[in-house]
């Protein structure tokens, strides 16, 4: 069992940056693939970003490519991704995933989550 807890959501203006973090306990951390999805408003969660275990492969939505940078410290337990050009439309509830890689890029498949992060962000 991993626990995740997020923190690191707000509000922010368009253009602006947040960084998130999430705080794991639990099973051995460094040996999962963790990562992040979102869910807005009336809509599915979706995969944002993803970073496997030991830092050797990530993978981003077309939607975060460019803006979004995931990473991990293992060290200390914890997943960051720091969000940049933020927009309206990146506004939603984040939530730290974790489980073996490629799984944690399908959101039926990753079978830990944290309990959310509001991220919002005005126009």
């Known amino acids: 069992q991993v626990h995740l807890v997020e923190s690191g959501g707000g509000l922010v203006q368009a253009g602006g940056s947040l960084r998130l973090s999430c705080a794991a306990s639990g099973r051995t951390f460094s040996s999962y693939a963790v990562g992040w999805f979102r869910q807005a408003p009336g809509k599915e969660r979706e995969f944002v970003s993803a970073?496997?275990?030991?830092?050797?492969?990530?993978t981003y939505a077309n939607s975060a490519k460019g803006r979004f940078t995931i990473s991990r410290d293992d060290a200390k337990d914890t997943l960051f991704l720091q969000m940049n050009s933020l927009q309206p439309e990146d506004t939603a509830i984040y939530y730290c995933a974790a489980d073996l890689w490629p799984n944690i890029a399908t959101r039926a498949r990753v079978r830990y989550w944290g309990q959310g992060t509001q991220v919002t962000v005005s126009s």
């Open positions: 970073i496997s275990w030991g830092s050797r492969n990530t």
